[in-house]
Antibody
Framework: EVQLVESGGGSVQPGRSLRLSCAAS????????MHWVRQAPGKGLEWVSG????????DYADSVDGRFTISRDNAKNSLYLQMISLRPEDTALFYC??????????WGQGTPVTVSS | AIQLTQSPSSLSASVGDRITVTCRAS??????LAWFQQKPGKAPKLLIY???SLESGVPSRFSGSGSGTDFTLTISSLQPEDFATYYC?????????FGQGTRLDIK
């Protein structure tokens, strides 16, 4: 069974940093691209960032480009999202999602991030 | 970025009804569109990919159609567990984008 478990969320002040992690199990991690998708409270889904199976290619939403960095450690079956210069508008539930044959075919339960002074 | 516009934003229907949700892309995306279902407090679930391919395990009352810029999600006979929010998503090009969602509730 595919499992994705996010961690690392929390409450931080604007301008601070946070690192999210996603532990994957139940599938061959390095066969898949991986993504982060977020959902602000009461709002819709927003794709944040994606990384290829070997980490050689990364992409970001314009809203986070230059502030967020996606990475992975295939030896540890783990995905990461380093977030710096956090803003109140980054407040959201952050989901880790597997990039299936074409799109997000498995999701974690999310880790919440709150940015507030 | 490719924009996706869903309609309606909300919809009230009854068990057994047939409903259709539309998704329009701001430019042609071939068939690179997916549909997700999200229930309150839960992660989204993939229903349809490649515009019309049913994800494994998804009931056959769900179907998708369309290509280019216009797409539809149809539920042929609503069941109680289908009341949720539905999102379309394009994977034609980065940045991947979602529609704003369609909330389906019980009439």
């Amino acid at each position: 069974e595919v499992q994705l478990v996010e961690s690392g969320g929390g409450s931080v002040q604007p301008g601070r940093s946070l690192r999210l992690s996603c532990a994957a199990s139940g599938f061959t991690f390095d066969d898949y691209a991986m993504h982060w998708v977020r959902q602000a409270p009461g709002k819709g889904l927003e794709w944040v960032s994606g990384i290829s199976w070997n980490g050689g290619s990364t992409d970001y939403a314009d809203s986070v480009d230059g502030r967020f960095t996606i990475s992975r450690d295939n030896a540890k079956n783990s995905l990461y999202l380093q977030m710096i210069s956090l803003r109140p508008e980054d407040t959201a539930l952050f989901y880790c999602a597997r990039g299936g044959r074409v799109t997000f075919d498995s999701w974690g339960q999310g880790t919440p991030v709150t940015v507030s002074s | 970025a490719i924009q996706l516009t869903q309609s309606p934003s909300s919809l009230s229907a009854s068990v057994g009804d047939r409903i259709t949700v539309t998704c329009r892309a701001s430019q042609g995306i071939s068939s690179t569109l997916a549909w997700f279902q999200q229930k309150p407090g839960k992660a989204p679930k993939l229903l349809i990919y490649d515009a019309s391919s049913l994800e494994s395990g998804v009931p056959s009352r769900f179907s998708g159609s369309g290509s280019g810029t216009d797409f539809t999600l149809t539920i042929s006979s609503l069941q109680p567990e289908d009341f949720a929010t539905y999102y379309c998503q394009q994977f034609n090009s980065y940045p991947f984008t979602f529609g704003q969602g369609t909330r389906l509730d019980i009439k």
